[in-house]
């Protein structure tokens, strides 16, 4: 719902799937996959023909689909519906999915975790939270489509919800990962007193705004000849190396940098980014008149669990689509417009899934719930234990931004890795996180939680799998002692052919893939 560019797909007369492959091969820094490309590029036209046919209404040059360029892009092949191309996917297809009478909504809830079977280690469906009770929901197919995990960082464009869930679901599961250190930092987020990390589009920058210092001067190009079209990794890091420079120089803390639409005519920002226009006016920022504040923020996880081109991960059973999974496609550094193209295409091959049988899901709900006695429930000094939970909530985005921002090296990862796994131990003994951790279904199909509301029990979940994937990423960074796409070690500045390969991790195994060779 927040993506606010578009959808990149090879439909014009002077563009190609091979050219659409040759740009996502390049920009990804050597990681792709390139049978992965393939596939997405390849059924990006009849994915994008299929969202027109149910009804969402992208933007139209007179009687065609109006296509915009983005940085990275050899052409112009970016669809888009306005500055809120996600919200109009999601809208359209949340109409349909409401229309199907098969379909069985559960809101609000909280996947717990994979619910797998002890003899084949298939996973046989999830445990949740729903209101204050825990359910135990039998399925022949789990599909993981939890969004990324920026919220891991202090600075992020994403959306509250993104706390890596189900990345962190399938690590406690036994599902095999794959290159969690990359993360992407979007360079232009909206930054000002108050206001939340507002992403400004990769969009306006191809629609030719320019990033100027307090000088008013277009740095970008000291850093690289494409400018403020470089990919995003190339232009986050210019942007943080210039704010270094400018405060060694005069020794101030307060510069910025700010994005400056004022080289695109007024009627264009009108109509293409309405909302920009919207969301600034909110914060005192007149785009039409005045440059945007902007600074990097964490935007997109490249790695995740590793998944082939029909979303089936290691596991039996279990599927991921979207950015919780790896299909390979992004490799170190994913193409503008590329993520909404991998959900529209990874996730319409789940239609024909081969390994599942599917009979009726099982909706395990009682109409007596076993409730648990009040006497065990580890509630009874839950403000602490609520206490404790907020505080590393709190404290941990920023240690994460700090030491595996933009710009990382070995001391500051080794010394975040220890302060992690500390929380993670005081956060494991709370008498709530044994209680919860250890929960078995048996012969229970559901157990009722007096005394906490469901949204402190979110709170537990969310902060468990944010520790989680806070000691994953680390431990990634800290094994890749090279730089390459959005990972970049300053100790270790160049990239390194020999580590051309994927960074695996399985439990508590990380270990390099097989080179990688085009």
Known sequence: DWAQGGIAAAISSDDSPQLHL????????????????????????????????????????????????????????????????????VTTLTERVLEQPNIKIISPAFALDLWMDADTQRCQGISLIHHQNIYWVKAHAVVLATGGGGQVFAHTTNPAVSTGDGVAIAWRAGALLRDLEFFQFHPTALTQPGAPRFLISEAVRGEGAHLIDSDGRRFVFDYDERGELAPRDVVSRAIFNHLQQLRQQRGSDGEKVWLDLRSIPPEKVRYRFPNIIQVCQQWGIDILNEPIPVTPAAHYWMGGIVTNTQGLTSIPGLYAVGETASTGVHGANRLASNSLLECIVFGSQLASMEDVNIPQTEWHRVSSPQEIQPEIVPGFNWEEQYATIETIRTHLPQILWQSAGICRQS????????????????????????????????????????????????????????LTIGELILKSAGFRLESRGSHYRQDYPQSDPSWQVHTLIQNNQIWKSPPIRY
């Open 411 to 466: 001391d500051h990862l080794a010394e975040a890795l220890t302060q992690v796994k500390a929380w993670s131990g005081e956060f494991s003994a709370l008498p709530i996180s044994q209680f919860l951790s250890n929960l078995k279904s048996g012969n229970l199909t559901h157990l009722k939680m007096p005394g906490i509301d469901h949204n402190h029990l979110k709170l537990w979940g969310e902060t468990r799998n944010l």
């Open 22 to 89: 040759e740009d996502t091969l390049k920009a990804g820094a050597g990681l792709c996959e390139r049978s992965a490309v393939e596939f997405l590029v390849n059924h990006a036209p009849e994915c994008i023909h299929r969202l027109v046919e149910l009804g969402v209404a992208f933007d139209r040059h007179q009687h065609q689909l109006a296509l915009t360029l983005e940085a990275a892009h050899s052409r112009h092949r970016v669809l888009h519906a306005a500055d809120t191309t996600g919200r109009a996917v």
